[in-house]
């Protein structure tokens, strides 16, 4: 028995496409994000911006042009077949930057380039059709009047698939077994532009030769002898030329492209775990846990490259949770998807992610592969983050809360490093106690809002740092925290110079003056540099990031264990 | 005495579609000062359970049987009028899941709580104002004396949720049920109510019973736990013996499938399929569609709850809890945690 395998590679798009997705970490990235921000504006409109403002000049009103910063200067790339998990609490934008990247959003700065070319420049249609996303709300993102067949063909109709390509190639690869080269050439013909295989847009032609007669002259005799395996709703007719010596076959599609997209979401729908019977059900006939298999199915579809995911397991039962997320790394792997995945949850993460960011107010504090994050962490917010998950071994330690309050507002995030107002390893400048450094950040608060309580010179220091120990060297500072606090004397004659200029009206120079013994937490911000003894010479792929200025002052000594 | 006795209570809602058999038959006991978790999946029954102790089921639901014993005294015959005056807000009070839904949007978080204060207790207005403004303070909301003048909207989620928790406390009640208190909230912030809890307990001296589906937030708040299933109790222990030494199938898997921050995907073990309609619970064990040690009988026999072994606070429901046979799945899965627990367990057989 002899076979001649055919392969049509579906022209140059369906080929380079299929490369792309098999990749290794080695391969250029799929998604890179540069300097991305997005801004929205506190007040929409012109009139609503107007504040009233009796020292802006004669004209008593100004025009507030106050924006909360979502996204706020986030660099990442996104290898091919790679997980990038993003977490961080509610408000941090990481939902907003999800939205950015697919264009949801416009941004206000920064770039974005998808597979080698800035999403600028790629037609909207292209990029629809390689990047999808799934909500967190898996009830309301679909269409409750609708069966959820349609619902999960939604994208193939926007995308008029399966679609006729006049660019696919005829070419013929012949590979003969038991047969002379002469002995069979086979050609097919040009209506095998409409084949596309639902999978990874390659339709693959399988014959089946097998010899007759004279066994030393093997050849094909009749269009019976040759078995053709196409997928789905196509049908080949096979032509044996018997003095050309050739087979002509002619691939076209038998079924409506209706026909052929339900038969995508059947299959589909198995895909997913679910039944193709369930085809002809609405929504509201499913768990969440299936509701959410669907919004995977509809997002497969079209076959993305890139998944964006948001908050995918969220609203679900823990059990069904872990359900989910299997299924998302069974895709991944059949699919050969890169996610994006959006979530609160660390361990939602932890399960699926190969990279883990941590954002905070608009920016990325800590970047790492996910085994290493979970190991050590190097910024405190991803450490105190990690220790208020609770987790049900007793043997594991219990929560912690570590930091209080929430998030803070991001139309005026923090001076410096955006964590250090609910930072707990907030780096005290030296001699200085923490209820002493408390005092003296709001002398300087006080001066930088320009309102100094206390009319003369000693009533203003006696209203901030009256409690203040005066008399305390630097070298005690620490030991004496507690009762009323420690400042060293050098701060503390500063602080006096400052207010005294501050009251003759100089605030620039009190304000100066003061900052020379503010925190590095709040006068720098930290850049996200690699961090712990981390070699990066294979650059991006064992690279740890974090942006915390403890690692610059103490060379790692203040990290806990 | 328990503060709480709840035998055999069964509340079904008579639908169009049929009978919904959302708790049919669950007991638990609720001691003074301790804290009960009971958990499950969606659809388990554990919100209608604990409605039914505050006797906020509407129609079409009923509860068809069973008792509810409050302090030795019979819930379940008082009327609306009786549950009202004598028993929500100053004996049993709830917490729900949607704080902001359970704040009225139009009224000021302290007028919210005043009113409770006043309606259940001899209290002036002008000490229920000063009583607010403590239990504001006891609760961690920071400016208390500012912030009670301030619209529910203007708090954020978790300070929404820690004044829900204030009015609970209102009237000193002896029992809080929570219902799904910090499932909307980010762990920063649940990681906090839930310390909050603790330090309730401690001063309050108020018994609880928490609804979860989370493991992780029981262990951190529950002295005892009961795993609910479709309607009934299929376990019930003190919160490490459950975690260790789990005997019902559900039970374990309920504790393999908890995604935790220090386990890989390899470790997850979900449990398959979806949890039966409670129109038509399958006969006998009604976990038994989904359970791997499903055997003859299962499908015959209703199991009561056993107590395990010597522990007379392990019961569980199933036939095959001594079987030692169901106990090879989590030896696989928790080696490296529970090897003694794991060894343990079959010395006890």
Known sequence: MSTIDRTDDGGPSGTNRTDDRTGGSDREPLLEVAG???????????????????????????????????????????????????????????????????????????????????????????????????????????????????????????TDWPRSDSSVG??????????????????????????????????????????VGDPTEKRVETADDIAVDLPWGFDATVTVDETERTIDIDVSVSASKADLRRERALELLEQVGLKREYYDRHPHEFSGG?????????????????VVADEPVSGLDVSVQAQILNLMDDLQ????????????????VRYVADRVAVMYLGEFVEMAPTEELFTEQYHPYARALLSAVPNPDPDQP?????????????????????????????????????????????????????????????????????????????????DAAGDGGTIPPGARSDARQAVERALEGDWTAARERLETHESVCQSATPALDPAGGTTSDVVGKTERLTACHLEVTDEGGTREP | MSLLEVEDLQTYFFTSDGIVRAVDGVSFEVETGESLGLV?????????????????????????????????????????????????????SIIFQDAMSALNPVFTVGEQIEEVIVENTDR?????????????????????????????????????????????????????????????????????????????????????????????????VCDRVAVMYLGRVVESAPYEELYRNPKHPYTQSLINSVVTPDETLDEL?????????????????????????????????????????????????????????????????ESTTSEPAVVEEQTDD
């Open chain 1, 170 to 211: 005829a070419d013929t690869e012949v590979r003969t077994e038991d047969l002379s080269e002469y002995a069979v050439n086979a050609t097919v013909d040009d209506n095998a532009d409409l084949v596309v295989d639902p999978v990874d847009g390659v339709a693959t032609v399988l014959l089946t030769v097998r010899p």
């Open chain 1, 290 to 306: 299936q509701r959410q298999r669907i919004n995977l199915a509809r997002a497969l579809s079209i076959n993305p490259d890139l």
């Open chain 2, 40 to 92: 499950g999946e969606s659809g388990a029954g554990k919100s209608v359970a604990v409605k039914s102790l505050m006797g906020l089921i509407r129609e079409p639901g009923r509860i068809v049987n069973g008792s509810i014993k409050y302090d030795g005294q019979e819930l379940t015959d008082l009327s609306e009028q009786e549950l009202r005056r004598d028993i929500r807000g100053n004996e049993i």
């Open chain 1, 398 to 478: 219990g929560i912690e809360s570590v930091i209080q309050g929430n998030v803070p507002s991001a139309s005026d995030p923090p001076r410096g490093c955006r964590f250090h107002t609910r930072c707990p390893s907030f780096i005290l400048p030296d001699g200085f106690s923490a209820a002493g450094y408390e005092a003296y950040d709001e002398l300087l608060g006080a001066v930088r809002e320009q309102e100094l309580e206390g009319s003369d010179l000693d009533a203003v220091v006696e209203t901030y740092l009256g409690d203040i120990d005066a008399s305390a060297s630097a070298d005690t500072a620490t």
């Open chain 2, 124 to 220: 002036s207005p002008t000490e229920a104002r000063e009583r607010a403004i403590e239990l504001l303070d006891d609760v961690g909301i920071p400016d208390p004396a500012q912030r009670i003048d301030e619209y529910p909207h203007q708090y954020s989620g978790g300070m929404q949720q820690r004044a829900m928790i204030a009015m609970a406390l209102a009237c000193d009640p002896r029992l809080i049920i929570a219902d799904e208190p910090t499932t909307a909230l980010d762990v920063t912030i649940q990681a906090g109510i839930l310390e909050l809890f603790d330090e309730i307990q401690e001063k309050y001296e108020t018994s609880m019973v928490y609804v979860t589906h989370d493991l992780g937030v029981v262990r951190e």
């Open chain 1, 36 to 158: 991305l921000q997005k801004h929205f504006p506190v007040n929409s409109g012109l009139l609503s911006s107007i504040r009233f403002d009796p020292e802006s000049g004669p004209f008593p009103f100004r025009y507030d042009q106050s924006s909360v910063k979502a996204v706020d200067g986030v660099d990442f790339e996104l290898r091919p077949g790679e997980t990038l998990g993003i977490v961080g609490e509610s408000g941090c934008g990481k939902s907003t930057l999800a939205r950015t990247i697919l264009g949801l959003e416009e941004p206000t700065a920064g770039d974005i380039t998808f597979d080698g070319r800035s999403t600028d420049e790629i037609p909207e249609g292209e990029f629809r059709k390689r990047t999808q996303m799934v909500f967190q709300d898996p009830q309301s993102s679909l269409n409750p009047r609708r069966k959820v067949g349609h619902i999960i063909e939604d994208p193939l109709e926007g």
């Open chain 1, 333 to 348: 792997e059949e699919y050969g998807l890169t996610y994006l995945l959006i979530s609160h949850d660390l361990s939602v």
């Open chain 2, 269 to 333: 073990d979900p449990i398959g399929g979806t949890m039966p309609s409670a129109v038509s619970p399958p006969s006998g064990c009604r976990f038994r569609t989904r359970c791997s040690v499903e055997f003859g009988e299962c499908s015959q026999l209703t199991p009561p709850l056993y107590d395990v072994g010597d522990e007379e606070t392990h019961t569980t429901a199933c036939l095959r809890y001594d079987d030692g046979v169901e106990r090879e799945e989590p030896a696989l899965h």
